[in-house]
């Protein structure tokens, strides 16, 4: 049986971690599965980001928690990367299951909640 590989946050090495952007990369490299971090927001929607703050990955700061999806939505998600991704967002887990629904791809969860309770 051949070993699975799991791009760890997507192809983060080349690409934005935790971003669309960083998963097509991990497909397009043939991995067969994606570990990626997911958190609450403000607003109770699962968004997919490893740090407990924005600041590292984006061009925003302060906790997940502490902002709605709206607000996630508004930052640059391309902060620490190799490469300028001016598109790269913060997708929502719903997004990412959605973009790859027909494919075999397999999921790593790393549920982020041990900063603050969450419901």
Known sequence: MAPLIYAHRGASGLFPENTMESFYAAVRRRANGIELDVQLSQDDKLVVIHDHTVDRTTTGSGLVRRHTLQELRQLR???????RFSKAKIPTLREVFHAFSATSLRFILELKNFLSDQP
Do not use: K, L, T, V
Request: net charge neutral; proline share 0%.
């Open 77 to 83: 998600a391309d902060r620490g990367s190799s490469s």
